[in-house]
């Protein structure tokens, strides 16, 4: 603990950001919380007046709110799963982008959780689902569900952070208290190290059970109902296959952005995107695969209210939003990466952008369409979002911009001890592996 | 801040977590039991009460588990 | 017990008297005509417009259209408090200071009849005096919908007790059957052989709407024949 804190670490370019925030950061940091402060001010006109300040109506009684809620869990599929993922599969390339995507998780899942009370026409009586819940009702499995997920991937991202808030404490970085209470006395032995790594796999393996049942327990809350575009078998799977895509499009669009402002060229090369980008055209496939499949469904089998909901999205008001998706989300991402010439960093920006507004658009697509399609003739308007719900919407972005910035000004977003670890013994471990992999030698050249 | 102070604070925070978790574990028992009386879909609230419990338990376990072996793994000038 | 409502095509005019009895009756908010327009007006007991055949032979009726009251309410299933969950007489009922406003319970009734509180109840000016002293008016932010004058349930057994005899057919007759003029709709025990409902629901001409949904609804209509 008597280390000069002047001392040249080798990973320096990743405690920079923390040792010395500079000006820049505080100008951005002042600007989101002017927006916040501005959108807690219209929720609370939305608290005082009640829900009539936003956009819903009847039949399209669910929104903005309930479209952002999908999509925030959404993205923070990437994360803890995909990080999960790569660990178990020993990925040695995971090592500077696990960090990064838990962290994805832990905040955005914190602000997609919050959505459905934000929707809540009497938030002042949210007490009631504790004293009178009945988990009957799939809301009451979400709150479950996301509750659970929430903790694991804290803790997911917490335990691995140990060793690197030991770092910092011993290098003398403020706040020391902060940094002291948060390393639990971390000193490296080996003991502590395998501690560390057996927790590590038990939380590794937990997680994406729990990441899975999540996002399939949201589409539960549509498929449950005998609505029409919603009442659909390939629901689950549907959602955790657009979570993950939506998630891994977030990760590179991060990726890129820390690249740039942090200059981690260094750490994040052309190989971690190319890979990642991969991934991404992957679930592109998959993702139309499911359109395909839950659309050709419902088109063949020519249920009238289904097909009224169909051609809404095909032919009919919505269908500049569906046609939007499928660019976005299909042709646009498959065009850009399945070249290798255009597989850039800026070909891939482009292509996450385009798939994080896609996947925006099909949560979209998802939760109006069947509302404003009802069973019965009722005459029905359209559906169009008030001031409030942009407000809220564009609110819960900075909230995650700035929990982001907050994060990456007291810890380290690239993990330097397993970057460290890597460098040491990687190489060695996959050379190890690799043999072990090849076919045993033929015991007549070993007899001999 | 001196160190037991730090230390205590650890020491609360797992057992705000244990105190968490608890509260969970009971909250879930309580709707089941409530499920049960309305007879509404009781099955459903078993279910969803036998994979959450063990896991919010177990997670705290884990917390414990690093907390307690990382205490444990320290070298041994540092052990007062 | 299991109460129930016939409404006859055949005697029923359209004339939306059933729609403007229930709205005084309960207290049903009358909202401002530009809130109207987005959508939001409140009716527990709405008139659906239903076009039959094609053009020439096109002809556009009107309905009345109250809470299905289903006997397997896919609406109650949904809720998370159970602010909405189905009495042992059939009542599909709603508990207002329960209620969280999430309008799951919107998303999920397939005839769509249930109203949501977007705003505070507002009433013309003077109409707010004159509120139905039986009827609690809802808070904003909570969902309501046809209960089938249950209030008046209440009174009935009341009174009944009170004289010390049982519940008749003509004692509990929600208000959109105590108003309309041709006696189109009938209230009643579907499960009480003595009462009209009883046979009518078995007639040849009843028929229930969106019947393949298995929601068993306990409003039953009488086919016009003409
Ligand atoms: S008609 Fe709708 S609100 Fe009424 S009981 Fe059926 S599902 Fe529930
Ligand atoms: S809006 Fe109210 S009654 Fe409807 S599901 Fe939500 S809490 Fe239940």
């Given at each position: 603990m008597e280390h000069a804190s002047a001392r040249p670490h080798p990973d320096a370019a990743l405690l920079n950001p923390i040792e010395n925030p500079g000006r820049t950061y505080y100008y951005i940091v002042v600007g989101l919380l002017v927006i916040i402060l501005y959108t807690g001010f219209v929720y609370f006109r939305q608290l005082w007046y009640g829900l009539g300040v936003t956009g819903m109506a009847q039949p399209v009684t669910w929104g903005f709110y309930i479209i952002n809620f999908v999509f925030f869990i959404g993205i923070s599929h990437a994360g803890t799963l995909i990080s999960a993922i790569l660990r178990l599969s020993k990925a040695e390339w995971r090592r500077p982008i696990t960090r990064m995507a838990e962290v994805i998780t832990a905040i955005v899942l914190a602000i997609g959780g919050l959505h459905p009370i934000i929707d809540l026409g009497r938030p002042d009586r949210i007490s009631h689902l504790f004293f009178n819940g009945r988990l009957q009702s799939p809301l009451l499995w979400d709150v479950a569900s996301i509750t659970a997920y929430f903790t694991a991937s804290t803790i997911y991202l917490y335990i691995p952070l140990i060793p690197d808030i030991a770092i910092l404490r011993d290098r003398g970085v403020k706040p020391r208290w902060l940094y002291e209470f948060l390393?639990?006395?971390?000193?490296?032995?080996e003991r502590q190290h395998k501690v560390l790594d057996r927790a590590m796999n038990i939380l590794m393996v937990m997680v994406i059970p729990i990441a899975v049942s999540v996002h399939t327990i949201i589409s539960y809350i549509f498929a449950m109902t005998v609505q029409p575009g919603w009442h659909?078998?390939?629901f689950g799977p549907y959602f955790v296959v657009g979570a993950i895509f939506s998630g891994i499009a977030a990760i590179l669009v991060l990726m890129i952005v820390f690249r740039k402002v942090f200059h981690l060229e260094g750490y994040l090369k052309h190989i971690h995107f190319n890979y990642l980008s991969i991934l991404l055209l992957i679930m592109s496939l998959i993702w139309f695969y499911f359109t395909f499949s839950e659309y050709l469904t419902g088109f063949y089998g020519h249920e009238p209210n289904e097909m009224r909901v169909f051609w809404y999205k095909f032919a009919g008001d919505f269908a500049p939003y569906f046609w939007a998706m499928i660019v976005c989300n299909f042709a646009l991402p498959v065009a850009i990466l399945c070249n290798s010439k255009t597989r850039t960093i800026p070909g891939i920006l482009i292509a996450s952008i385009s798939v994080i507004i896609g996947m925006w658009m099909e949560r979209l697509i998802i939760v109006v369409p069947s509302l404003a399609n009802?069973?019965?003739p009722y005459p029905t308007g359209i559906y169009i979002p008030s001031h409030t719900e942009w407000m809220l919407f564009l609110g819960g972005i900075s909230v995650f911009i700035l929990g982001y910035m907050i994060f990456a000004r007291f810890f380290p977003v690239i993990s330097i001890w397993e970057i460290e670890e890597g460098r040491h013994e990687s190489a060695k471990i996959v050379a190890e592996r690799i043999t072990s992999y090849m076919p045993d030698p033929e015991p007549s050249a070993t007899g001999e | 801040m001196n160190k037991k102070t730090i230390e205590a604070l650890q020491v609360l925070s797992i057992s705000l977590i244990w105190v968490l978790f608890t509260g969970i574990a009971v909250w879930i028992v309580s709707l089941l039991r409530e499920s049960l009386r309305l007879h509404d879909a009781p099955d459903a609230s078993v279910g969803i009460s036998i994979i959450a419990i063990p896991v919010f338990f177990t997670l705290a376990s884990i917390l414990t588990y690093v907390f307690i072996g990382l205490r444990k793994g320290r070298k041994e000038e540092s052990e007062p | 017990m299991k109460w129930g409502m016939v409404i006859d095509l055949q005697k029923c005019t359209g004339c939306g008297e059933c729609a403007a009895a229930c709205k005084l009756e309960n207290n049903v908010a009358i909202v401002e005509p530009r809130e109207s327009e987005m959508g939001r007006t409140m009716l527990w007991m709405d008139m659906l417009t239903i076009y039959e055949g094609e053009y020439p032979r096109l002809r556009v009726r009107q309905i009345p259209r109250p809470?299905?009251?289903?006997?397997?309410?896919?609406c109650t299933k949904v809720c998370p408090v159970r602010a909405t969950y189905m009495n042992e007489e059939g009542i599909v009922a709603q508990i207002y200071p329960q209620c969280i406003g999430c309008r799951y319970c919107m998303a999920a009734c397939p005839y769509t009849v249930k109203s949501f509180n977007w705003y505070k109840p507002s009433f013309p000016p003077g109409m707010d005096r004159a509120t139905n002293p039986d009827v609690s008016v809802r808070p904003v932010g909570v969902v309501e919908k046809c209960t089938f004058c249950i209030h008046r349930l209440q009174m009935a057994k009341e009174q009944a007790k009170f004289e010390a005899r049982d519940l008749r057919e003509g004692d509990f007759q929600p208000a959109c059957a105590d108003s309309c003029p041709t006696g189109a709709i009938v209230f009643g025990d579907?499960?009480?052989?003595?009462?009209q409902v009883n046979h009518l629901a078995h007639s040849p001409r009843a028929e229930k709407l969106l019947e393949d949904l298995g929601t068993e609804p306990k409003v039953i209509y009488l086919k016009e024949v003409d």
């Open positions: 390393s639990w006395g971390w000193q490296g032995t659909s078998t390939i009802p069973r019965l | - | 809470c299905m009251h289903c006997d397997h309410p896919p579907l499960e009480n052989r003595d009462h």
